[in-house]
């Protein structure tokens, strides 16, 4: 089954940071595009970040660029996403996507984990 | 940035009936880049649709979309109670994912 398995999120103070994870299992993650999408409280979705499935193409969106950092751990299939100089409007569910096959879309989701930015 | 506009925001309907959602794209998008998302309260979103009409694995055939270029659709043939949710559409142009506002189809 494939499954993707967040971690990390909680409560932390504005310009704090935080460190968020992402368990993979039940298909080969090396071989795929990796994402982090965000929704903030009763908003909708947001693309974050996307990392290749090697690791050597990364981007981000303009909210997050020059604070966020995704990095990937294949031999240990995990997906990670450092977040520094936290705002209150970070503040959501932080989803680990899997992009599908042709790379345009998200074909599975963990549940997500929650962050939250406030003092 | 390619901006996806979603219509109408809510859609009021009873089980069995029909709905019709819109997604309306401020710039062309490649059929192949078009997808549509549902997601309940409290849950992940799940992928429907991806290449605007190819429907997922395992997603029920009374789930259609259609489109092209900046206009496209997503249609419940006949609304099941489990199929009153949120649905977004998504695009992908270069590098930049974003993805609608949603429309909420709620029991009317």
């Given at each position: 089954e494939v499954q993707l398995v967040e971690s990390g999120g909680g409560l932390v103070m504005p310009g704090g940071s935080l460190r968020l994870s992402c368990a993979a299992s039940?298909?080969?993650?090396?071989?795929y595009g990796m994402n982090w999408v965000r929704q903030a409280p009763g908003k909708g979705l947001e693309w974050v970040s996307s990392i290749s499935s090697g690791g050597s193409y990364i981007y981000y969106g303009d909210s997050v660029k020059g604070r966020f950092t995704i990095s990937r751990d294949n031999a240990k299939k995990s997906l990670f996403l450092q977040m520094n100089s936290l705002r209150a409007e970070d503040t959501a569910v932080y989803y680990c996507a899997r992009e599908g096959y042709s790379g345009s879309n998200f074909d599975c989701w963990g549940q997500g984990t929650l962050v939250t930015v406030s003092s | 940035e390619n901006v996806l506009t979603q219509s109408p925001a809510t859609l009021s309907l009873s089980p069995g009936e029909r709905a019709t959602l819109s997604c309306r794209a401020s710039q062309s998008v490649s059929s192949s880049s078009l997808a549509w998302y549902q997601q309940k309260p409290g849950q992940a979103p799940r992928l429907l649709i991806y290449g605007a009409s190819n429907r997922a694995t395992g997603i029920p055939d009374r789930f259609s979309g259609s489109g092209s270029g900046t206009d496209f659709s997503l249609t419940i043939s006949r609304l099941e109670p489990e199929d009153f949710a949120v649905y977004y559409c998504q695009q992908r142009s270069n590098w930049l994912f974003t993805f609608g506002p949603g429309t909420k189809v709620g029991i009317k």
């Open positions: 039940g298909f080969p993650f090396i071989s | -």
